[in-house]
């Protein structure tokens, strides 16, 4: 086998204050996180809600210690699986590329040129696939790889997905055990699991199969669990005025305060590190909320970061991806139901008739103009609902 790389897909983070605005414009300008009928607006919307969120994202980050955990977790579990690789008797090299802070994707494949890597296992640390997480990704390096022909020399394959593995769940199952044996009374602890929002349309009109992929997770690791306690599944990180999936997290949290529920065990789930939705909005406004609603026992499962189970089992997945049939990207296809092609993009269905796209370009610029008098007079919908 010739050089062997393997590279780690996650979404990045501000590392300092100063890097929230620009953190937040690479994000809003992703197609894939806001969906518009006209390419030309995304930068300028992008430019004007990175710009209004800024000081109140940077709120977050200043209480988490004024910056994104992301990179510094990220970059030991690369560090982790490379040992864990190297100890199996796989010789690779593990680079991380981020969607929308440094190390950028593009960094990291021209670092991979330069290492002159022949055999590349793309895996992003998402256990579920979203449109809006692994798919951004694979469509940027899609890109990437078309625009520059001399990575056609790579072998490639892509993993979408891996919540359904047993080493995963058994250390989800570990860390879950492990905060349910502290409470008070282990077996009436509510478990809460909180995952990810996205927006309804993502499911309902693209086919992202991310809610099918958390139900099933959900499930897998209460069967690994193999305890009696009662458990909720609801979606958090709402951002914006359109739908998002439900129960929404706060909510969730409040019907059981009003059902009675006094213990919570809340398991984040769509993602492997600490960061500010764990250690901001789960651990200071959720505990709040629970506490507000009589929850007086509220404790929260830690990210699985380097848990060893956890990386043994990244090993595994990386060593039976070289030994499986190449996976490309054009290959992620998705969930039955959906008879098309989730990816790339030019193949999905959009649902749209030509009158509705009229109809849709008329609505944004309309939005737009509305926007603009929002920024202007400092009054309007996305201030009430906490966008601006
Ligand atoms: C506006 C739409 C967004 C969608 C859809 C979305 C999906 C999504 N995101 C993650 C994981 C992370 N998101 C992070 C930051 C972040 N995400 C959004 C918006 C959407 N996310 C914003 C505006 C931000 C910036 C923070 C803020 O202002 O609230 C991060 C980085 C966290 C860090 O520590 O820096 C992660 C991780 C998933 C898993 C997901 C869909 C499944
Ligand atoms: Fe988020
Ligand atoms: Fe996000």
Redesign the pocket.
């Known amino acids: 086998m010739g050089r062997v790389g393997v590279l780690l897909l ?5 590392e300092q204050l100063g890097d ?1 605005r620009p ?2 414009f690479n ?2 300008s992703d197609p894939e ?2 969906r518009l009928p006209f390419p030309w607006l995304q930068r300028p919307l992008a430019w004007l809600i990175s710009t209004l ?1 800024a000081r ?2 940077q709120e ?2 200043r209480q ?1 210690g004024g ?4 990179r510094r977790i990220t970059e030991k579990q690369a560090q982790a699986l490379e040992q864990t690789l190297q100890q199996r008797g796989q010789d690779a090299r593990v680079y991380i590329g981020m969607r929308y ?1 440094h190390p950028f994707t593009e960094e990291a494949i021209a670092h991979i040129q330069r290492d002159q890597v022949e055999k590349l296992v793309i895996l992003p640390l ?1 256990p ?1 696939f ?1 449109i ?2 692994s798919g951004s990704s694979f469509r940027l390096l899609e890109k990437i790889w078309q625009a520059d022909t001399s990575l056609h020399q790579i072998e490639y394959t892509v993993v979408p997905s891996w919540y359904q593995r047993s080493g995963y769940l058994r250390a989800m199952a570990d860390l879950i055990a492990r905060q349910l044996d502290q409470c008070p009374h282990p077996q009436q602890a509510h478990i809460f699991f909180s ?5 309804v349309s ?1 499911v309902e009109e693209f086919g992202d199969p ?1 809610q099918q992929e958390i139900e099933d997770c959900v499930r897998l690791i209460m069967q690994t669990l193999q305890r009696p306690n009662d458990h909720t599944l609801a979606y958090q ?1 709402r ?2 005025p359109v739908e998002w999936l439900q129960p929404y997290t706060e909510d969730a949290i409040q019907d059981l305060g009003a059902a009675g529920v006094e213990d919570i065990v809340v398991v984040p789930i ?2 492997v ?5 764990t ?1 901001q909005e789960i651990d200071m406004e959720y505990r709040e909320i629970a506490e507000a609603a009589g929850i007086h026992h509220f404790q929260r499962v830690p990210a699985l970061d380097t848990h060893p189970i956890f990386i043994e089992d990244l090993t595994s997945l990386v060593i039976e991806a070289l030994n499986s049939p190449q996976k490309r990207f054009s290959d992620v296809v998705h969930p039955p139901q959906k008879t098309f092609k989730l990816y790339p993009q030019e193949r999905w269905t959009w649902g749209m008739t030509t009158t509705a796209e009229v109809w849709n370009g008329r609505l944004a610029m309309l939005g737009f103009l509305a926007l603009l008098l929002e920024l202007i007079t400092g009054h309007g919908p996305l201030h009430a609902v906490g966008l601006l």
């Open positions: 996650n979404l990045g983070g501000p929230v953190f937040l994000l809003f996180i806001i969120r109140k994202s977050n980050y988490i910056g994104s955990p992301l802070w998402y579920q979203s809006s997480t995952a990810h929002g996205v927006p993502y991310y990180s951002v914006g769509s993602f590190s600490e960061h500010i939705e250690l």
